[in-house]
């Protein structure tokens, strides 16, 4: 990688810290609790007896299963693995 580039996004990582910690000290400061991360990845139910894991950033289907402990189970894996 070209030092420039290597310096740009250790330049951008740095400065994302630094507003995560901004964030922080003000909600903070004004006695709000910091707002929660929303999962990736979702499941909805798909029929009668089928539930889908959807991705929520693309609206695509990442897998499916027949039943929702074991949806719910794909769903922790993906997002473990993302």
């Known amino acids: ?15 994302h810290i630094r507003s995560r910690i ?3 000290d003000l909600y903070a400061l004004i006695g709000r609790p910091l707002q ?6 979702i499941v909805k139910p798909a029929g009668v007896a089928f539930f889908h894991v959807v991705d929520g950033r693309t609206g695509k289907t990442r897998g499916f299963r027949r039943d929702h402990n074991d949806a ?5 894996k993906l997002e473990s693995q993302e």
């Open 1 to 15: 990688m070209h030092p420039s580039v290597q310096l740009g996004k250790e330049v951008r990582a740095a400065l």
């Open 22 to 24: 901004a964030t922080e």
């Open 36 to 41: 929660v991360k929303m999962p990736r990845f």
């Open 72 to 76: 719910c189970a794909l769903a922790r």
